[in-house]
């Protein structure tokens, strides 16, 4: 039955004309790379601290990224990274650094996996809830896919501010499917600068970046 799924989801990408996207679909099924969707329950994640395991990599994210003119100035972190579908991604730009951020061991443990089968060694992941990692001077770009409530993201928001005291610099924050768009821009240095839709998801994508 998955058999059927996968081979009607892959036809549905070539239906749509989205061929790069259909192989790279193909790749992520031949070579076993686990980006499978798990609910919150599933997960056994509480629901006032996380969101499900959702993959927004691929194609779609490309073109968000395209538009960034990334160089190896640039370091990025993905908050609630979890089998690492979008550190997949960020893995074919020249990010100095990549860093992905989990509450989650076992979907840390398939992301190191699947990036093991692609031989990507440029990303590094912590296991932390994202509200408890402090460590963000060395970063100039913030991804968020609906990792987590209000409150975990007022927590990570603030704590973004305090490494602009601490470093100031500009940053870029990308948050796709922006739900609480108000925590990042209320009583804050960040304001919207840009808008894409990641057309797979059918969500949003905010870009925001401090004011000077
Ligand atoms: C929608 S998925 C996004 C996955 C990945 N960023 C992507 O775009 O492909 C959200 C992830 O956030 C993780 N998460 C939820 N709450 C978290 C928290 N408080 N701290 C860190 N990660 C969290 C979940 O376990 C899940 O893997």
């Known amino acids: 039955m998955k058999v059927l799924t996968d081979l009607n989801n892959g036809l549905a990408f070539l239906h ?24 919150a329950d599933t997960l056994g994640l509480s629901a006032e601290r996380s969101h499900a395991y959702a993959d927004s990599g691929g194609t779609h994210l490309e ?38 951020v989990e509450l ?9 996996k699947n990036l093991k089968i692609l031989r ?25 896919y609906s990792p987590f409530p209000r409150n975990v993201m007022a927590d990570v928001i603030g704590n973004l501010e305090t490494s ?22 209320t009583d804050t240095r960040f304001s919207k600068t840009n808008e894409f839709h990641h057309n797979r998801l059918h969500h949003p994508v905010y870009l925001y970046s401090n004011k000077p």
């Not at 296991?127 to 991804?143: G, R």
């Open 63 to 100: 073109k968000i990224l395209n538009h960034l003119n990334i160089t190896k100035e640039d370091s990025i972190v993905d908050f609630g990274s979890g089998k690492g579908g979008a550190l997949i991604t960020f893995a074919r730009y020249p990010f100095f650094k990549i860093m992905g």
């Open 104 to 112: 989650l061991p076992e979907l840390v443990a398939i992301a190191h």
């Open 164 to 185: 602009l005291r601490l470093k100031p610099r500009k940053i870029t924050i990308i948050y796709c499917n922006p739900e609480f768009h108000d925590c990042i821009v």
């Open 120 to 144: 990507i060694s440029t990303v590094t992941m912590v296991v932390s809830d994202a509200a408890h990692v402090t460590d963000l001077n060395e970063y100039t770009h913030f991804y968020f």
């Open 16 to 39: 749509r004309g989205e061929f790069k996207e259909f192989l790279f679909r193909l790749k992520v099924y031949f070579k076993k790379i686990d980006l499978s969707y798990a609910s």
